[in-house]
């Protein structure tokens, strides 16, 4: 007997193509993994009738199965990014990606209906011994969120929220993926422009956070799992702290919150091999909090919906595509 200690955890993916909830190629390293949180519902469907003359449950029955979870790291590139504000396209220059917004209308990987890259998620426990493993595959994963966040002094983390069609366990050998040794993206080569072109260098901390609002597919098919994910509404924001500076507090306030002017803004980050630019266009401060304390430096929150986001990247990975 032995336990299973979390420095042998490993959780990778692999890219879906052709077929939905069907994985294809090599695993693939997501960056400095940091937790992963799966949910499995089984959704046990508890019945009583009458009849039974007693007051408990009578008898069990299996409901839907639902897998969702979450996943956060501190990213090296920015694949999961680009799964989900929807397409990645690659230039003629290697290294060099565009992330364009999908609607319900476009098509990925050839896979009909399907708007949003779908992947494969493997989560690992290895103890040592092949037929002793902990592994769990969630196939049919697609980003239902992802919130990135640039804080002081911190590297730079990625949050994932995922919706997945299916789970399959085993015990047998864990597959080892080589890890990428780039360094982390850090704050201290980052900036938020509001507007483009006019860096917020008061800023202490800011998130940009994507949401596809999934629906899983469940219908009356002969299976319990989900056929599909559906993406609804598509929503961005961004959250921001400043310390309160003569240079800008006026601005933020009264032209763009009270004032209500609509303005592009931009988040500029620079990593150890690499560079990302998030362009958000049409965007509109929804909320600000600028309280007044009893003692220490003032702060100012910000709350903003961009309208569309487009980002490119440029890095030593030729392509981000699985294909």
Not at 57 to 64: H, Q, R, W, Y
Not at 243 to 255: H, V
């Amino acid at each position: 007997m032995s336990k299973y200690i979390s420095d042998q955890n490993q959780l990778v993916f692999t890219y879906e193509s052709g077929t939905y909830g069907t994985g294809s190629g090599t695993r693939q390293w997501i960056g400095m993994v940091q937790d992963h949180t799966p949910d499995e519902n089984t959704n046990v469907i508890q019945i009583r009738y009458q009849g039974s003359t007693n007051r408990n449950v009578d008898t069990f029955e299996d409901g839907n199965l639902d897998y969702t979870g979450t996943f956060s790291y501190y990213p090296q590139d920015w694949k999961f990014l680009g799964m989900a504000i929807g397409s990645v396209g690659e230039t003629a220059t290697a290294g060099s990606h565009c992330f364009t917004e999908t609607n319900n209308d476009d098509t990925i990987y050839s896979i009909k209906g399907q708007s949003l890259s779908s992947f494969t998620l493997e989560d690992s426990k290895n103890n040592g011994t092949a037929g002793s493993n902990f592994i769990r595959t969630f196939n049919g994963c697609v980003v239902n969120s992802l919130a990135t966040t640039w804080t002081q002094g911190e590297p730079v983390s990625c949050e994932v929220d995922y919706l997945a069609q299916s789970d399959t366990f085993s015990s047998g050998t864990v597959t080892a993926v080589t890890p990428t040794t780039t360094r982390p993206y850090m704050y201290s080569n980052a900036l938020l422009h509001l507007p483009s072109g006019t860096a917020l260098t008061n800023a202490t901390e800011f998130t940009f956070n994507v949401n596809n609002n999934l629906e899983g597919g469940h219908y009356i098919n002969g299976s319990r799992v989900i056929a599909e994910s559906l993406p609804i509404n598509r929503d961005y924001e961004v959250t921001a702290t400043v310390k309160m500076d003569s240079t800008n507090a006026k601005t933020l306030y009264d032209q763009y919150f009270i004032g209500g002017s609509v303005f592009n803004m931009m988040i500029e980050s620079i990593g150890a091999a690499g560079s990302i630019f998030v362009i958000m266009s049409g965007c509109k401060m929804s909320d600000m909090e600028t309280p007044s304390p009893v003692e220490g430096t003032h702060d100012q929150s910000l709350t903003i919906i961009p309208k569309t986001v487009t980002a490119t990247v440029e890095d030593g990975i030729v392509n981000y595509n699985g294909w």
